[in-house]
């Protein structure tokens, strides 16, 4: 709406035919102004706000919520048909007071007018160049690289997260997918009603990682949500020599539990695909970790990162022990190696028994070790006679 003062000179034949031309309101007030307001309600569309026309399409409150619940396969969203339309512009190029041009100037009212042929050809040439445009961005497909599979998008790589409040950018995080999955929400007004919740998970490749989940109503609302979350909630993880953990870390979150194991220089990671992912985002490249139990990424990746930060570097375990940290290396034979000495006073006294940590062992390590071969009849199904 646009809103201006201009002085009666005249009858006021000459006011009621100004509001009768321009299809507006106008308000005389003393001393003799007239307040012009636009307003074209000639149709029933025009009576509405574009709020409230948008509110009946989208059937956002009321009975229209209810009606069809279930039946629509996703939520509709709001477009915006202004999007490549200027209201009054044409081919012939005319220029409409209160449309395309301005209904007042220097406290005159305009008059209908019309551009020259050489702007008129500009105009129309840019329009058709922004459509072509935006109808190759609709018909190009994003190709996805980096996934787990061609159907899944687990292993995903997308953007980095958006820049900060304060102008800081992180192009060194590399971002990935870890799950995508539907769900559903019943309430009393919509409903069976579906989102997409989003698992992304973060980081640098020097031990700088985070994970977080984002929920939206599409699925790239929910993965921009998910890795803008992700940059706010990173982890530090210690890494030994740049290449793996410090120790073997047992960890178990609900009914998921990983064993994952030190190993040396060019072993590489063999774990499930959802800990090489995350692996790869923290700077491991050498680890063996087993999942066992409930398989849910979600628990995988709460238990990775869980047993992944509560790790004991060596200057640490020294510290707690009081004591010289050693450590046995097949270069050096049967011969230790110190890796660690204590900032504080050296206890002469050896660690207690009830201090030793009473390590559970698998029994596929015990078999392993004790050179047990497995036997060909396991699994296998016998006639019942």
């Given at each position: ?377 396991v699994n296998v199904r016998r006639t019942a006679w």
């Open positions: 709406m646009r809103f201006a003062s201009v002085p009666v000179k005249g009858s006021c034949c000459s006011y009621s035919s100004l509001a009768w031309a321009f299809q507006a309101r106008c308000f005389i007030s003393a001393p003799w102004t007239v307040t012009v307001e636009q307003c074209r309600q000639s149709s029933f569309f025009n009576t509405l706000t574009a709020d409230e026309l948008w509110k009946g399409a989208l059937a956002e409150t009321g009975v229209g919520v209810k009606k069809g619940r279930g039946k629509r396969r996703k939520k509709k969203l709001r477009k915006n048909l202004n999007r490549g339309q200027e209201i009054g512009e044409g081919r012939s190029g005319f220029l409409w007071p209160g449309l395309n041009a301005p209904l007042i100037q220097s406290g005159r009212v305009q008059a209908v007018t019309q551009r020259k042929k050489e702007e008129r050809e500009r105009i129309q040439s840019e329009i058709v160049q922004q459509r072509d445009t935006w109808e190759k961005k609709r018909k190009i497909k994003v190709k996805r690289e980096g996934g787990w599979s061609g159907k899944c998008w687990g292993g995903v790589i997308l953007d980095p997260p958006d820049p900060g409040p304060n102008g800081e950018t992180y192009e060194d995080f590399e971002t990935r997918v870890i799950e995508v999955k539907n769900v559903f929400c019943m309430n009393a007004k919509e409903g069976r009603k579906k989102s997409i919740r989003a698992l992304v998970a973060i980081g640098n490749g020097k031990g700088a990682a985070g994970f977080a989940m984002g929920k939206a109503g599409d699925r790239m609302n929910a993965l921009r949500k998910a890795k803008n979350k992700a940059i706010r909630c990173l982890h530090l993880i210690e890494l030994y020599q740049n290449h793996t953990v410090y120790h073997d870390i047992t960890v178990k979150f609900k009914r998921t539990t990983i064993r994952m194991k030190k190993q040396n220089k060019g072993y590489g990671l063999r774990c499930h695909r959802a800990i090489i992912t995350i692996c790869k985002l923290i700077g491991i490249k050498d680890m063996y970790a087993k999942v066992s139990g409930s398989k849910n990424l979600i628990n995988i990746t709460r238990a990775l990162f869980k047993g992944l930060t509560q790790q004991e570097t060596h200057q640490q375990l020294a510290n707690e022990k009081g004591l010289y940290v050693v450590e046995f290396r097949e270069e050096q034979g049967p011969l230790p190696i110190v890796v660690a000495l204590p900032e504080g006073t050296v206890r002469e006294d050896p660690e207690p028994e009830d201090e030793v940590p009473d390590t559970k062992l698998e029994w596929s390590d015990v078999k392993e070790a004790q050179g047990m071969k497995r036997s060909p009849w």
